[in-house]
């Protein structure tokens, strides 16, 4: 665990250094893009957040079913709350907020892992085209690695990183604080873990998963 004190004190360093929020060269991003499409991740490359969401609303469907994970990234830029409150979508989100935890667990497990289409985002990505997302419930993982027949990552390219060692270090040193603080002042907690770690090397259904890398610093 993680806690709030700790996870602040690294964060300050994180901010002086600057360390794993850099914007990588242009031929980075694209070495990545390439890499991840030849993975059979559908990878797009994009200037900004702006431009990121209209990526996501040309791609749902009206009336499609979507579940938003938990993504600072998709806050930020307007897609969570579009979403979930416009009402031009099938919010699973929305639906769980309305459902008992007690009586209705296994319920809501069942639609947080399988719905039409499961949006969030991921903690690295790796030059040679793998992707790695860390959770501490792990109740993104399901609907990603196979639940959902749909997926669309938004990611911030401040999370290409050079192999998967380092996207470990990058999750441990940047992800993990930040997420720490935030769900600390969200929930109440202690901190956070790197409890469940997900790292996917490809995907054996063409189209299934797309990747818009966006050209800003985004999310942990």
């Not at 994180?14 to 990545?32: F, H, N, Q, R």
């Not at 431009?51 to 009336?63: C, N, T």
């Not at 192999?163 to 929930?187: K, M, Q, T, V």
């Not at 956070?192 to 800003?216: A, D, F, H, T």
């Amino acid at each position: 665990m993680l806690n709030y004190i700790q996870a602040q004190k690294q964060v300050e360093e994180l901010e002086k250094s600057g360390k794993w929020a850099t914007i990588p060269a242009d031929d980075v991003i694209e070495k990545a893009a390439k890499a991840l499409s030849a993975n059979n991740f559908q990878a797009e490359i994009v200037e900004n957040g702006i431009k990121a969401k209209e990526r996501v609303f040309e791609i749902l469907p009206d009336g499609a079913e979507v579940m938003v994970m938990t993504s600072r990234t998709l806050d930020t830029i307007g897609v969570t709350s579009q979403i979930n409150e416009s009402g031009k979508y099938n919010s699973v989100k929305s639906k769980l907020k309305t459902m008992d935890r007690v009586t209705q667990e296994l319920e809501m497990l069942k639609m947080g892992a399988a719905a039409e289409y499961a949006i969030g985002s991921v903690h690295a990505v790796t030059q040679d085209g793998h992707v790695m997302i860390a959770s501490n419930s792990g109740s993104q993982l399901p609907g990603y690695a196979n639940g959902s027949k749909n997926v669309i990552w938004v990611v911030g390219v401040q999370k290409i990183v050079k192999d998967i060692d380092a996207g470990f270090r990058r999750i441990n040193e940047r992800s993990l604080p930040l997420e720490a603080i935030r769900a600390h002042e969200a929930y109440g907690t202690e901190g956070s873990n790197v409890s469940k770690l997900l790292i996917m090397n490809r995907e054996n259904k063409p189209g299934r998963i797309r990747v818009i890398l966006v050209k800003e610093v985004l999310g942990f």
